[in-house]
């Protein structure tokens, strides 16, 4: 099935990945979860808790929240549950956006707060960014569950018919 607003399956693609590597992921006790691994996180934990503060950080500025860089001071959230459920959450949040773009959004300037300062971003830059974002680090957090001992999810059976897993059907309505 090929979605006919791009954006809204890439936005489901995500959820369903990071639904699917949750469920690996609950295999891991707190400890085991805040570990040393190798990666550009020392932890899977730290790596997981980052794709949700950029993902929190991106859709403030998507939803015009006025949050900005304040969405980064709060606790890391070190329980496998309880952070892929928050994920989840903004995961959907992301694919309400989407699916209510058509192409005057996708030329639409957004604030996004840096440390130097106010910084206008086209929503359609921010888009592919926020999903390139959270491909690259879930590919890191695949080397951290292998480092585990877990053997990491297939997450790329999503939109094609052919072998599409089961559970990313539900993604597709």
């Not at 130097?116 to 080397?143: K, S, T």
Request: glycine fraction near 8%; charged fraction near 20%.
């Amino acid at each position: 099935m090929a979605f006919a607003n791009p954006w809204i399956g890439f936005a489901l693609n995500n959820a369903y990945a990071n639904r699917v590597l949750f469920g690996a992921l609950g295999a891991l006790d707190e400890r085991a979860f805040a570990a040393p691994r190798p990666g550009f996180f020392a932890s899977l934990a730290e790596t997981m808790n980052h794709i949700y503060e950029v993902d929190l950080y991106y859709l403030d500025a998507l939803e015009e929240g006025g949050l900005g860089l304040t969405v980064y001071d709060r606790d890391p959230v070190n329980d496998v549950e309880a952070l892929g459920q928050l994920q989840a959450e903004a995961d959907m949040r992301f694919a309400s956006f989407c699916s209510k773009l058509d192409e005057a959004a996708l030329t639409r300037e957004v604030t996004t707060h840096r440390p130097e300062g106010a910084r206008l971003e086209a929503v359609g830059a921010i888009l592919p960014h926020l999903v390139q974002h959270q491909v690259h680090h879930r590919g890191q957090a695949h080397v951290q569950l292998s480092h585990a001992g877990i053997e990491p999810p297939q997450l790329d059976e999503f939109f094609l018919d052919y072998d599409r897993a089961e559970l990313a059907q539900a993604y597709h309505g």
